[in-house]
DNA sequence: ATGAAAGCGCTAACAC
DNA sequence: GTGTTAGCGCTTTCAT
């Protein structure tokens, strides 16, 4: 039924290897009977076996991408489709496929990575998320199995090719900004501290302040469980405060647009009362209501990027280790403004 | 290097058939062999290759899901995550992993399906979006392939397992929403007429006014490329007109974002001028300001039950094709109030 | 209840 | 430049 190398071989007149040559492209084969073989192969409407070819190669052509929890909210976050792009887009200049590693939990997930790695699923590994004390980062490492993550891994930082954005430089860009914008009372809304990005984020922040001389308030600093309740005990908070801030420092787009509502109920007004900016500058900082300020962290190119490094470090097994800093962008819109003395 | 099923066997004392029946968990070996058998694996650290079970066993328990164009916008639609988290969680249950094929445009994805399914890639797939005129679903007809489709297919409706929502019925009841609340000047707001799905939220609405004896206008009606401009260009046109319409029923709620920041633009208050109301209810329907009114078509059971009925179709080839309707849920919220007479 | 042996469809030495 | 052959690691008759 299934139309095998040696029926095409057969048909061509030749021998399986040959065939087995001609798709690899050999430059050792004749012109002429790559063609003669490419014709029965299309007569025949032969197509390789795939699970055939990485027994016998020993190489799979996909690539295993690693999610966080399904579990986790941060899953809807639409950083993901967008990074996933921009590995789609390197995995299938070089003719890789994607495998997809999901679970419900931390331990699933493990099991996941595992079984794609002895499994011979995959020839590496793209983690799209990790946290402190990452077992996966852990196992990986040791197995010296090739993989890159996206952002920066807590452990080995050095010895693990990652793909990150310059987040502390980036946050005090963003809190430079409003202090530019004459702002002093500039609260900090992150994610979890058990991401390294947030801490990079609050790093920046309080370099900022320090920089411009304005002094750190542990008051104005607060970590939610990402996109939970889309921030809004944090803006509730911040605003019973005697001194409420004026301006908000936000780890992510989605939940600056649970800050901006829950603000907005409170009466307060983007930017006239507060200003508010974030990170990630996906499509929704631009469709909110104001649009958001956003550091345009290039998602689709940290996808790109760590696709390229990855693919690069399994054609040459000797690789160094890279660290890649992908550039980002502000992108001022409408919800910072200057402060307005009252 | 690699440990392999002979490993095992030789140290289990047992033939190789013997561990590969321990690993199927097959009933006609006992207890006892069972156990030796485990203990070696564990003690060796095997782990099966599974292109040389796919090859042996011709499956490969993985099941390809087919995304739209990466050069498309909808990719960044927190649909896809959600649906994928859906159709994950019941692979997961069956042992089953995800591939994911992406191209850049049409070709590029269909080039990707054919070698899924000629290279044995993957036992089933799952389209995640398709058009009129599909010509995937056309292979994949014609092969005899197992694939599910989310939404409805244009063609070959009862002969392709799909699971939908009942969108016309879904649109009927928003609008009659609005009607109900005294709106009589709706608007609609669709994607692009070549998904079906927008076909039937329209007929839905076209229906509900019809029952309300609200007459039908054509300028009330436009279609926008998915999220282009966030339904900019329509609301512009609609307000501008000599009766504008006093509610907006829109296709998504990434769009719903767009037209409700084109209102505020314009000063336009959501509700008090103007309702609008839309469709998925993803996370971002609650975090918007207001929150939308949106009608919940459970994404992931969307996906749960795509993958399900995939499942069962791989196992049983001669599983007639099923349709499958989620049902949805109207979630009230703020973008939508009584229409007030100015 | 278990073993022996023949593939699954391909690649990669090694020949010539 | 092309053919021969021996696996890759597993499943699955067919014996016993």
Redesign the pocket.
Known sequence: M?V???DVAKLA??????V??V??NNP???D??KKKVRQAMDYLG?H??IN??S???RSTQALGLVMPSSANKAFQNPFFPEVIRGISTKAHEKGFALYISTGMNEEEIFDGVVEMVQGRRVDGIILLSTSMDDKIVEYLYVSHFPFTVVGKPYKYEDKISHVDNDNYRAAGELTKHLIDLGHERIAFIGGSLNLVMTTDRLLGYEKALRNAEIPFREDYIFHEEFLKEGGSGAVEALMALEEPPTAFVVMDDLMALGVLGTLSEKGVSVPDDVSVVSFNNVMLAELSTPPLTSVDINIFQLGYKAADCLLDSIENENKPPERIIIPHKIINRMSSAPYKKK
Chains 1, 2 share one sequence.
């Open positions: 299934t095998t190398i040696r007149g030749v021998a399986p290897s040959t087995s040559r798709i690899a050792r084969i004749s002429s009977t032969y390789p076996n055939a070819r027994l016998a190669a």
